[in-house]
């Protein structure tokens, strides 16, 4: 057949006019399936039916625009319509311009689309719920939710609220889209549910538009345990895909990468990420955290992303209860084996990055390494945490305000940040500002323990009201008292008003013998009791209660021989048993270990504790003008005895030794 022949019959029997109009009419449909299907809650299966539909009827409809012609009479075969009856010229003149119009308005649609700024690529990820019957699932929910949050956030393209942000809107039947949208800054909100049975767990998702509470996606996953490993890097591919973000090819590799082929573990693993993640880094929960990370390695010795949260994990009990080297060792350990094991997982950066702050006290090569981790995790709020929190111990507070500050309007209702916020106005002495921060923490994380504490002691450090402190925990069930906090802050109220003979009944109706006061480990309780013994005039049992706690600080002490802040409790403790010399010792032990040079945040408290530690063996000559400058320092500020504030020197039985010297007065007074 001669081609210039054939291609003649294709227009004279209308088939380029059918295509192209097949083709308008179809992009019309997919259309209406993609962006109307989800408002009506139609699964994504029907779309992509509809899709491939379309597709495979375009040969059928040419091969019908060949045989057949459309007249006046009704649809007939080409061959039997006489040209008298054949389109005319001039109606296939407005058909083609009717379909060049139709296919203008196509290009014109796509071309805005691709190249208009759009919606914006900013998501929140709210709490999925939990449909099991085993309300033990509810971690598995969690679970689900934030490891969707840890992919997501791996997206360049893509501005993720973190899951401290959105742990508040947990309660389904109360959401307002709308609201939540406005309040968290999220142009998208992703809900989710979780139904596990037996072997099986089925995962419902749908994205939604939060200024018109419009659906923009669903997709429902039903499928075996073992089969649902890494179903959050897939879920997080369709996300973007449905918010026209751009994955570049290495972020769509670590997006979906599986962590794990082996599902046990993965399940482990995610029952320990609210442990981990908790607002209040409470022990008993990293201890949770760290048993299930453990059980899931010892099921999969590869799982890359288990070793790295077990690192943060260990490392995170380092830092804020147990400065032992044993946990050093542990976390340093697992961060590199998690490095080995997956060299570009943002996760492993971090965790070695928090070894290299903490314990090595590293500035410049933590932020090195926390900066490979923002690369890899561009959305991840807590690298950026931990470079404001350096930038603090540098001694560079308004640099750290303004970095909190900013992290802060990225992830508006991220308690992590605030409680970072609370802590800095607080060192700062900038009550009003401290104060506010507070309250927004209260606000987004009202079943906190640390939140309802700090408002309480800004309360007082600023206006001399012990009465939140005395009734912060007045809700909490009775038995409820992790790691001691409630213990010591009903302790510290009481003794803060000098009711002592209510501070001795608070620690005699406690089962527990540490508590969370001191830095650098739990406090035991008998030290706490033998202050109580002394502030009550009972030397006797006093010394009965020091001499306890006396042996618990001395093994602490020599247990981690190179943390300052067990020395600095060793000396607090001699110093009110009387043992002057050595109380004098320990506390300059823990200054020169961490001085402000090298601390600007901790160093100032060492100087604290040495401070009180003056006053309480009677060197007021070596007390008062240290008092004197710590009052004019940053960071000489915190939740215990050796605070030094103007109200904590009024107020605390501790500094009575002073009271009679006119210059501890004048400082008193005039400050």
Not at 402 to 424: C, G, H, M, S, Y
Not at 569 to 586: D, P, S, T, V
Request: hydrophobic share 45%; with cysteine.
């Amino acid at each position: 057949m001669n081609p210039h022949s054939f291609f003649d019959e294709l227009r004279r029997r209308n088939v380029y006019r059918a295509a192209a109009a097949y083709g308008v009419v179809a992009w019309l449909l997919i259309q209406i399936a993609t962006q109307v299907f989800p408002f009506f809650d139609i699964p994504n299966w029907a779309v992509r039916f509809v899709i491939i539909s379309l597709l495979l009827g375009f040969p059928a409809a040419m091969i019908v625009a060949w045989i057949y012609e459309w007249t006046p009479e009704g649809l007939r075969r080409t061959d039997e319509v006489p040209p008298s009856d054949s389109i005319g010229r001039t109606t296939g003149r407005k058909l083609d311009f009717l379909i060049i119009g139709a296919l203008l308005i196509i290009i014109g649609v796509l071309v805005w689309q691709r190249f208009s700024p759009g919606r914006e690529r900013s998501i929140a990820v709210l709490p999925f719920e939990n449909f099991s019957t085993d309300k033990e699932n509810v971690f598995l929910a969690d679970g689900i939710q934030d490891d969707l949050l840890t992919n997501l956030a791996k997206i360049k393209d893509l501005r993720v609220i973190s899951r401290t942000s959105v742990m508040k809107y947990r309660n389904a039947d109360t959401r307002n889209i709308r609201e939540i949208g406005k309040s968290l800054g999220a142009a998208n909100i992703l809900e989710g549910s979780v139904r596990r049975l037996g072997d099986r767990i089925a995962v419902n998702v749908q994205l939604i538009d939060s200024s018109a509470d419009r659906h923009i996606w669903a997709e429902r996953y039903d499928r075996k345990i073992a089969d649902a490993v890494g179903i959050e890097g897939e879920l997080a591919t369709e996300i973007a895909e449905a918010l026209r973000a751009t994955l570049t090819p290495d972020e769509k590799i670590r997006v979906e990468q599986k962590p794990t082929q082996n599902a046990d573990a993965y399940v482990l693993y995610l029952r320990a990420l609210p442990y981990e993640q908790g607002p209040d880094t409470l022990l008993q929960d990293y201890k949770r955290a760290e048993q299930l990370y453990s059980q899931a390695i010892a099921l999969d010795p590869n799982f890359a992303l288990a070793h790295a949260h077990l690192a943060s994990t260990c490392a995170e009990i380092f830092h804020f209860h147990e400065p032992l080297d044993s946990w050093k060792t542990r976390a340093r350990r697992e961060a590199e084996t998690a490095l080995n094991l997956q060299s570009d997982l943002a996760e492993a950066h971090f965790a070695l990055g928090q070894c290299i702050y903490w314990m090595d006290e590293n500035y410049e090569d933590a932020l090195a390494e926390f900066a490979i981790a923002q690369r890899l995790s561009p959305s991840n709020a807590n690298v950026g945490v931990l470079v404001a929190a350096i930038h603090r111990r540098q001694g560079h507070w308004e640099e750290c305000l303004a970095a909190f500050e900013k992290i802060q309007r990225l992830d508006p209702e991220n308690p992590n940040i605030v409680r970072n916020l609370v802590f800095t106005n607080s060192a700062l002495r900038r009550w009003p500002e401290a104060a506010r921060a507070a309250q927004r923490l209260r606000t987004m994380a009202p079943d906190s323990l640390v939140a309802r504490i700090q408002t309480a002691y800004i309360d007082f450090q600023w206006k001399g009201d012990t009465t939140a402190l005395t009734s912060a925990f007045g809700q909490i069930p009775a038995g409820e008292d992790p790691d001691g906090v409630v213990t010591s802050c009903n302790w510290e109220g009481a003794m803060l008003e000098r009711d002592f003979a209510r501070a001795e009944r608070v620690l005699a109706a406690s089962p527990l013998t540490e508590v969370s006061y001191l830095n650098g480990g739990l406090t035991p309780k008998s030290f706490l009791a033998g202050c109580t013994s002394v502030a009550l005039g009972d030397p006797v049992l006093a010394s009965k209660n020091f001499e306890a706690s006396r042996k618990v600080f001395e093994s602490a002490v020599r247990e981690a021989p190179n943390v300052a802040e067990r020395h600095a409790n060793l000396g607090l403790c001699y110093a009110f048993m009387g043992q002057k010399e050595n109380a004098i010792r320990e506390g300059r032990r823990a200054v020169e270990l961490k001085p402000e040079s090298k601390d600007a945040y901790d160093g100032a408290i060492m100087n604290c504790c040495l401070a009180l530690i003056y006053a309480r063996v009677g060197e007021n000559d070596l007390a008062i003008p240290l008092i004197e400058r710590l009052l004019r320092t940053p960071g000489a500020v915190d939740s215990v005895n050796y605070s030094i504030t103007v109200n904590d020197l009024k107020f605390r039985w501790e500094w009575d030794s002073l009271r009679s010297d006119p210059v501890f007065q004048k400082l008193v007074s005039t400050n």
